[in-house]
């Protein structure tokens, strides 16, 4: 049973609009949720992360928007670059660290 | 500081054949982990270690062992390997004072034919 879901496997996006990568849950039990990058034949690389009281995030060109009531979070890019192409990973916590990752989603930044 | 690393890269296996899968880090954290990631699928958890001498299964321990003799290294045993643990093996580690931020480990393939 897939407790954290990425329901679109693929994104494109035009090189300096906004990325919107989704991520949906159903463990309301998690505390913090993650946003990892993963580069082909390489482990992912974390990204930004967001407690369960919170519903924003910020660092640079990455915001993670947190929904508890819809069990929904977002990760925005802006601008988007090509360097940006790659597979993001949304990941959710419980406590005793437990980690559950979603599917990814294969993002691809146009030039 | 070379981070997480991982031993082999890549391996394959006869069904019922045994190996260890080796993880080192030299950050000095106390907690690692061992995921795997089958095709199309996501990272799932196989067990995890607060510390030396400590370790707990994760969502999916069946099949697999693990031992936490150092801070430094984890390795993760297959017994009796068999075609459903054919799978890229991540291990990661994280400190105690940020646990959410986890460093990941290049991965190890493994065949099992």
């Known amino acids: 049973d897939q407790q954290v879901k990425q329901n679109s496997p693929s994104l494109s996006v035009q090189e300096g609009r906004i990325s919107i990568l989704n991520c949906d849950y159903t463990n309301s039990m998690f505390d913090y949720f993650l946003w990892y990058k993963k580069y082909p034949a390489e482990g992912p690389t974390f990204l930004i992360s967001?407690?369960?009281?919170?519903d924003k995030n910020e660092d640079g060109r990455f915001t993670v928007f947190l929904n508890k009531s819809a069990k929904h979070l977002s990760l925005h890019i802006v601008p988007s670059q090509p360097g940006d192409s790659a597979v993001y990973f949304c990941a959710a916590r419980v406590t005793g660290n437990q980690f559950y990752f979603g599917t990814g989603t294969s993002l691809t930044v146009i030039p | 500081n070379a981070g997480v690393t991982q031993t082999p890269k890549f391996r394959i296996l006869k069904i019922g054949q045994s190996m260890t899968l080796q993880c080192a880090q030299d950050?000095?954290?106390?907690?690692m982990y061992w995921y795997r990631q089958d095709p199309g699928m996501g990272l799932k958890l196989i067990y995890y270690s607060v510390g030396a001498g400590i370790t707990d299964k994760g969502e999916v321990p069946n099949g697999y062992n693990v031992s936490r003799s150092t801070t430094e290294d984890f390795p993760l045993r297959l017994e009796l390997a068999a075609p459903s643990q054919t799978s890229v093996y991540f291990c990661?580690?994280?400190?105690?004072?940020?646990?959410?931020?986890?460093?990941f480990g290049p991965g190890t393939r493994l065949t099992v034919t």
């Open positions: 990661a580690s994280s400190s105690g004072q940020n646990l959410y931020e986890q460093y």
């Open positions: 967001i407690s369960s009281i919170k």
């Open positions: 950050m000095n954290h106390n907690y």
